[in-house]
Structures are given as C-alpha cells and as structure tokens.
C-alpha cells in the first residue's frame, strides 16, 4: 500500500537534502570569503582573528563531492529515508544530530586520507551549522506542510474495509491511531448482515458483501481492504472483481486471485503483509513527476496565457449576457467532486433548454453532444473550435483537481448510466486531454471513447503523456472534432 508511494518519496527527499546541503555550501564558502569584512563594524578588539580565504571556489568542489555523499549516506543508515509519512519532529531530530555527528567524524577522516589542508576550520564549522540548520528547516517545513493539509482535509485516502474479525479490528485501530498516514476509513463491509449497524472501534459496519459495487457508486473510495479469515478467502472471488471492473484498488492480507485486468504487487503497512491488485499504474516515482510537471506547466502556461484569458473574458462580457466563467461540478478520481471552470460559450440558462433537445443528441451513450446546438453563442463557437474555453481547467490542473492529460471529467448523471466496465476510467486523475481529444473528439463513438480512456490507463508512461500532449497543439490549432 505505501512501499512504492514510500520509494519515490524517498527518492525525492534524498535528491531534495542533497540540493539543501549544495546550496548550504556555496552560501557557507561566499560568507567564509567575506569573512575578513566583519571585522569593519569594529564589534572585536583584534584586528585579525580570522585570516583572509584565498583558495579559489574550484579547488572547494572536490570537497562538495565528498561532502554531499556523506551526509547523505549518513542519513540512510540513520533511516531518515524510511517512511517519513509516520515520523515526528523529535525523531528527526535525533536523526540529524546523530547523522551530523557521525559526518563530522567521516569527513574529518577523508580530509586526513586525501590531505585537503585547503578545508580551513572556520569553514567546516560554518558549513556544519549552516547545514544543519537548513536540514532541520526543510524537514520541519515537510513535516508541518503534511501535518497542515491533513488537518484541511487535503491528501487522504479514502479506505472500506471488508471483514468484522479480530485482525481487522486491530487494523482500523492501527489507522486511527496514526492520523498522520492519510487514511481514512468510510466504513467497514461485512459477509453476514447479522452485523449490520454495529460499530468496530468507531467506525459503523455499512453492509454486506452485495453491497460493494453500490457502495463504490455512492461514495469515494479510494482502496477496499480485504482482512477476513482464511475460509473466507474462496467468497472473496467476485468481490476483488467488482473492484478491478470499477477501477477501484483491491488489498488483501493473504494469496492471489485471479485477476482479469488489475496488475499484482505484494505490500505492506506497519508489518502487516498485503497483496494488493489494481488496474492503475504503481509507478510512483512516474506519478509524482507528472504530477510535478502538472503544476510547473498549469503554472507557467497561467502566467504566459493571462494576456489571452483576459482578452477572452473581456470579449465574452460584451457579446452576451451572463459570468464570464462557467462553474460545472464533475467527477474525479475515484468518484471525487470537483468544481470543472470554463469559459461560458452558452448562452445564460441553457441547461435548463437541454431536454428539449435530448431528441436531437449525435451522440450514443450518456454523453450529449450536437454539431449545430442553438444554445451556444457566435463567440462560443468560435471558442470550442478551437478549445479555448478549455483554458481555465489549468487552475484545476494546478489545484491537483484534474491532469494535463487524463480521461475527460464527467457529469455525476453521466456516470450514473456507465456500465460497470465503463466507470473503470475514473481511477486515474482525468486531464485537460487526452486519446479521445487527438483522436478525432466528437468523431468517435462513446464506447470506443471509453475503451480507449481504459487504453490509455492500463498502458500509461511519461512518455505518452508527452506524446498526446505533442498531438494535442495541431489538434486544436485545426479544430478537429471540436462543436
């Protein structure tokens, strides 16, 4: 559950602490240089204490080179890089200064071995407290940045669990007992309805077995966990199906399945063995590039496009009565709701005239969609043409709400008529484009829309986001499909 999540945030930590401590010593060898000017304010009697540095920045980079792998290594056998989700701040901590302290011992070692009497003290004992100090400010930023978004409701992970036993007991009061890993449980399922109602350590028992699949409909989970007796394992067949079909990540404490789409992988969580089936990619370390790539880009293209969002909410005010931003809540990730922003195309009130034109719908499936829809205004058109009403889903990019690429984001009552294979698309965060979009959009029929979202998550890599992205430019710029 958290082993490959915990890899890429280690990964990330070790790359982050190695810029920390990189930038700590370039500011430490500028005010080391500079040292000598102290003296001007006239606060010390001696006129000399500490002598002038001369050695030149280029001969200090040797010393970056070793400095850098030491602390670093330090730190892992310190385990400053298992999962950080369930430390505190005391044993960080304790973690740095007996990290420090063993790094002063093992870089005062190799500036013995390979004679670096270059390496003055007063550097090193400005170096070890600036250093320090940064480390103990970006784990203490990290870790109240967490702590903070947890308490706002921000970066949890919605959790059922199936089973009423002992060990699932003990499991539900492991994860309330540690708030700090991001769980939340929305309820408990059991496989008799004998229990129906009760309360397991605090959390309500909200049905059965049967009730998966509606369950799943009605509210947002993120992951159902299986912790039943041994017995039970053989019942569970139809269930761990019912949430691959949904696109819902499945967990279970013992053996295997046999799984039609979803993937397995063996995890585990304070000790407890797992074996997890899912139909998304696990490729954290990927998931957190693109999601850092989501913010840089959303960022950058906000501030090079604002000249253009203006000039369209500017034009949109003046051709037709109404907001210039039209709010519409969709579907998210795993059934989440979220508020979708775009420019207003349609006149004002044109939901309320969509039934009447229901008859006149080009498009099979729960989607509606109509080349000449009388609803939309000159402007309008002109900005579905060519997807610049599209333009403000960035701050849903920006806000972790959507993806530059994804599956397009639904209707609540669109995704009320999907069939069960069809609701598998809401397992990856949908995007501003995506395969149905360079693929001919309004073009092709809803379930080959659909079976080509499921494409898209069951084969997903940087490397074709990149490449939709790269098709998406002259898709637009031509408007094809687009009304």
Known sequence: MLKEKDAAIRKAMLLLDAVVLTVGFIITFYLRRHFHAFYKLDIIASSR??????????????AL????PVWCAMFH???????????????????IIKS???SILAFGTIVFLFKLEFISRVFFIMFLIISTAAILAEKTAILGTAHYLRRQGYNYRMLLIVGTGKRAEQFVNTVKRHSEWGFRIEGIIDYEKTNLGKEIDGVKVIGTLEDIALILHTKVIDEVIF???RAMLGAMQDSIYTCETEGVSATVAVDL???KIARSRQTELDGIPFITFETTSSREWQLLIKRMLDVALSAFSIIVLSPALITTAVLIKLTSRGPVFYLQKRVGLNGRRF????FRSMYKGSHE???????RNEMKGPIFKMKKDPRITSLGKLLRKFSIDELPQLFNVFNGEMSLVGPRPALAKEVALYEPWQRRRLSMRPGITCIWQVSGRSKIGFDEWMKLDLDYIDNWSLWLDLRIIAKTFPTVLLGIGAY
């Open 339 to 342: 508020a979708l922003y775009k």
């Open 257 to 259: 399945f046999d799984t």
């Open 49 to 62: 204490v500490v002598a002038e540095m001369a050695t030149p920045f280029t001969d200090y980079l040797v």
């Open 77 to 95: 056998l310190n385990g400053m890089y298992m999962p950080f989700r369930t430390r505190t701040f005391l044993d960080v901590f304790r973690i």
């Open 227 to 229: 912790i039943v007796p």
């Open 353 to 359: 005239k969509l039934s009447e034109l229901m008859e």
């Open 100 to 102: 420090v302290f063993f």
């Open 65 to 68: 080179f070793f400095i850098i």
